[in-house]
Every structure is written in C-alpha cells, then in structure tokens.
C-alpha cells in the first residue's frame, strides 16, 4: 500500500476534532476486518461443530463463505482503498462522518445477519449490498478523474462484487436457489485477483526496501510481459471455471496460471526474506496464491476435492495477504518503525498455519477431519485475535510523530 504521510486536511482544528479511529480508512476497516476474522469463523466451528445456532442457517455453508469474501474481504479492500486513493490522487482522505457511515452500514449487515426474518424479508441483503456502491462514491471520483488509467479497473471491480453479492443474497432469502455459492466462488476468484494484481506492485517493491532498510539491498528485475501473462492466465483460468467451459480446458488454464504466478514469485527472491516478519509474511500470502491455484487444476482434473483448493485460496492467499498489508500498513501510516512486533509475527504463524491445517484436513487420506478442522479454525481466529489485541492500541490512538492521518 503506498503510504499516505503527506495527504494532509489542511484543517488541523478539525483534525484535532475527529477521534483517531475516523482519521483514516485503514484504522477502523482494519479493525473491523480484524473482529470479523476472529470472531464469526468462531460462531461457525460453534454451529457446525457443536450444533449451536449460527446466522443464516437454511444455507450454513454459503453464509460461510460470504463472512469471508463479502465481509472480511470487504473490510480489508475498503482500508485498503480508502488510504491508497488519497495517495495515488492527491485528494484528502475520507475521515469523520462519512468514514464513520460507512462503517456503520458495513457493521449494520453483519449484525442483521444473525436475524432469520432479515435474511428471509431481504433487509439483510440490501443493507450489504449498499456497502459497494457507497464506498464507490467516496473512492472512485478521485480514481476516474485523476487515475483511471493505471487504477480505473477498480471500477469494474467494485461493480462485479455488488452484482456477485445480489446474486449470493438472493439465494440466502431464497429467491433463487443454487446460484449462490457460483457466485462466492467467483467473489473468491475476484478476490484472488485483485491480489495478483497489487500484489504485483507491493511485494516486489516492499521486498526491495525491506531487504535495503535490513542492510541487504536486492535487484529484483521487472518482466512486465511475464506480469501481464499471469494475470491474464488467472482471470481466463477463473473465467472459464465460471462459465462452466470443459474442466480439462479448466484444469489447463489453472495449471498455466500457477506456473506463472509461480515464476513471478520466484523472481521475488523469497527466500532472502525469511527472517523479516513483515516481508515473508506477504511472500507467504502470495505462495498461497500458488498453491491455491495449483489445488484449483488438480481439483478441475478429478485428482484432489475442490475444498482444498477453495481453502487455500481463501484461508490462505486472502487470509494471510490480507494479514499481512495491514500489520504493515498500520505501522507506516501511524508513524511507526517497520518492524513487526512479537504479535504480528505469532498472528502469521497461526493464520497460516490454520490454513494449512485446513488444506490437508481435505488431503490427508484417513485423517481424523473433524478434529483438524478445529485445530484448523482455532487457530486462523486466533492469529486475528492476536492481531486484534496487539494492534487496536495503533489504530486507535494518534500517529506517534504527531502528523494528521
């Protein structure tokens, strides 16, 4: 995420006004995505372990799916853009009021999620649903007017996100039935993505500071054409998975995507990060986006359940990138040394460790799934529970230099 220090109010008695957790996006979307990971992946090991009420019950599994990619994804992509926008435009950052609306519709959803007639009457759905196209009119105007050419394709993927949560919401109310978890599936791939996509532009350029602020500095040579193959593969690979094309065809097309992907990530010299916390962790949430692809051809062929591969994907590339930009963004915009704490790097062991946990839960022939399913789901939360308690006191509390933001 490229920093925003210098976006400044120009108003500092109206900054002194605003309580710290509405001077920026990334301070209460973190810590709203923060909340969401740790505590509802908890309500669903409670219900589907232990038998005890979870929301949306008649269809368990997609509501599931949904808190990740539609809850906790959304949290974490509207930090994300609500402190990148400002910096790549140069327009003053949403803070105050409007911040906090917008945080109050994301949490009025997952509120009313836990209420059947909601879900059955369709106010659950029109409230999430109404986050995307609210936090496009704070965003987009800026992008449009002075970015579309190198970040304009958030338009379209702002847009995909609403239509894909219509569909999944219809299918919650029982509108339409079956068309729900295509639709997760491709917010997923959406999701997976978009990673690809900035992932392309952080990792290699944090890596390269990181290695030169540790006193190791690194040339990592740009292959533009190999970047637009990637992404590319991934969005045919995802494409052709959604249209329902021929699963050899699928198999192939996943299986290009990740050897590209893979041959990115390589060019990244992983390995020179290995004991920089804040650098590995984002090289691990992008070997996840290999992996997770790979499961995705071998699942396409009829060699591995599709659960691992969807897992991998959304346990691992989105739970673990996810993590790791805003362990590291939090520090940067609050003022603070990039070097990751005790916590953060105990919160990356445990989430990525749940999410391999989860992944051989479905691979490990004779393995006892139920109970590694647990450990799995014990231990994703807890890393952003961890998170939670190790970085609320940063988001909420004023930048230590003294500066706005």
Same mark, same amino acid.
Not at 196 to 202: D, F, L, P, T
Not at 260 to 264: K, Q, V
């Given at each position: 995420m490229s920093t925003t220090?210098? &976006?400044l109010d120009g108003r500092p008695h109206l900054q002194t006004r605003i309580p710290a957790i509405l001077q920026g996006g990334f301070r209460l979307f973190f810590l709203l995505a923060g909340l969401q990971a740790s505590g509802f992946l908890a309500l669903w090991i409670a219900g589907w372990l232990f038998g005890l009420p979870i929301p949306a019950a008649d269809n368990a599994v997609l509501w599931h799916g949904h808190a990740l990619v539609f809850g906790f994804g959304a949290a974490a992509l509207a930090g994300f853009l609500l402190t990148a926008v400002p910096s790549w435009t140069g327009l003053t950052p949403v803070r105050g009021w409007r911040l906090a609306a917008l945080g109050l519709l994301w949490l009025a959803a997952r509120l009313l999620a836990f209420w059947p007639a909601a879900i059955k009457a369709g106010v659950y759905g029109l409230v999430d649903i109404a986050f995307w196209p609210a936090l496009a009119l704070l965003v987009l105007p800026g992008i449009i007017r002075r970015n579309a050419r190198r970040n *304009? !394709? !958030?338009v379209v993927i702002l847009a995909a996100f =609403?239509?894909?949560d219509v569909i999944i919401h219809l299918d919650l109310a029982g509108r339409i039935d079956g068309s729900g978890q295509p639709a997760l599936y491709a917010g997923l791939g959406l999701f997976v993505v978009l990673i $690809?996509?900035? $992932? $392309?532009? &952080?990792v290699p350029a944090f890596t390269t500071g990181g290695l030169r602020m540790a006193g190791?500095?690194?040339t990592l040579q740009p292959h533009p054409w190999l970047d637009h193959a990637a992404l590319a593969a991934i969005m045919l =690979? !995802? *494409?052709a998975e959604l249209s329902g094309i021929g699963t050899q065809m699928q198999a192939e097309l996943f299986l290009l995507a990740a050897l590209?992907? $893979?041959?990115?990530f390589i060019g990244w010299k992983f390995w020179l990060t290995r004991r920089i916390p804040l650098l590995w962790s984002l090289h691990a949430g992008y070997a996840w986006l290999v992996a997770g692809l790979t499961l995705k051809a071998l699942a396409a062929a009829g060699h591995v359940p599709q659960a691992a591969a969807i897992h991998a994907l959304g346990a691992g590339c989105v739970g673990a990138t996810v993590l790791a930009v805003m362990t590291r963004a939090a520090l940067g915009h609050t003022g603070r040394k990039l070097e990751a704490s005790a916590a953060a790097t105990l919160a990356y062991l445990l989430v990525n460790a749940g999410a391999l946990i989860r992944v051989l839960a479905v691979l490990v022939p004779g393995a006892d799934a139920w109970l590694l399913q647990l450990i799995a789901g014990v =231990?994703?939360?807890a890393g952003f529970l961890v998170f939670v308690a190790g970085y609320a006191g940063i988001l909420t509390g004023p930048r230590i230099d003294g500066r706005p933001g």
């Open positions: 220090d210098n &976006i *304009g !394709f !958030f =609403a239509t894909l $690809g996509i900035i $992932g $392309g532009r &952080i190791r500095p690194v =690979a !995802f *494409g590209l992907h $893979g041959l990115r =231990a994703w939360s």
